[in-house]
């Protein structure tokens, strides 16, 4: 899986993109900001999208991020969310209850499988998600999105905000999240590096299969 280019720009759009992005990254050997995945950047579009309704604003006008695994372990950073220039508990005053953040986490969690119930799949919105990042590279734009890509004190590959750009990650971009919200961000890593265990120990005794395999072909050869 050797690029051509040193300077190619791996995107990952297939799931599950956390996993495979870790993996590609090994594979390609590649610098870690040139190895990206999609992540939960069209989960992230779905939650400004469904903001914008509750507020009547743009969708373009609402930074929210949801984080962590492009799965059933992601979360919204709730705490970090602002529309315009006013944090969410001002700008939707007397809305914010834990019944309202629990319906709008099951809604963009459950939105694809609902487009999938409705259409027979989720191709348009990840589509269009994948060519967007491709334009924030190809024109070095420096939109900040959330993508997945290596993060070393976590051990695995799961979505954060990043700086994106020609050269992919330009930099990643800060964020304070509360104690609920790390704490969910620590159990989804756990949960994702106890996937990439156990696919490395397939891994390594596909290879030893393999070693056995040839060995006993050039044995009857």
């Known amino acids: 899986m050797s690029p051509i280019s040193p300077h190619t720009i791996l995107l990952l759009v297939a799931n599950p993109v956390d996993i495979l992005t870790y993996f590609a990254r090994k594979l ?22 469904i903001l914008a309704e509750k507020a009547d604003v743009a969708p373009n ?25 006013a944090p969410l508990h001002l700008a939707l005053p007397n809305t914010i209850t834990p019944e309202f953040k629990s319906d709008i986490g099951t809604h963009t969690r459950g939105a694809a499988a609902a487009i999938i119930a409705a259409k027979g799949c989720t191709a348009y919105g990840i589509g269009n998600i994948a060519a967007s990042i491709c334009k924030y590279i190809l024109f070095d734009q420096r939109t900040v999105r959330p993508v997945s890509f290596y993060q070393p004190e976590l051990g695995c590959c799961l979505s954060m905000p990043a700086v994106l750009g020609r050269k992919g990650i330009v930099r990643a ?26 696919a490395t120990k397939e891994l390594s005794a596909d290879k030893e299969l ?4 040839d060995a006993e072909l050039l044995g009857t050869a």
Do not use: N
């Open 61 to 85: 006008s609402i930074d929210a991020y949801v984080l962590g695994e492009h799965g059933d372990s992601q979360f919204i950073a709730w705490s970090t969310i602002s529309i315009g220039t």
């Open 28 to 49: 390609s050997g590649l610098p870690e900001s040139q190895v990206i995945g999609t992540g939960t950047s069209l989960d992230s579009a779905r939650l400004r999208g």
């Open 210 to 213: 393999q070693k056995a395999l």
């Open 173 to 198: 971009m800060p964020i304070v999240l509360d104690e609920t919200e790390q704490k969910e961000l620590e159990s989804c890593a756990r949960g994702l590096r106890g996937v990439i265990e156990g």
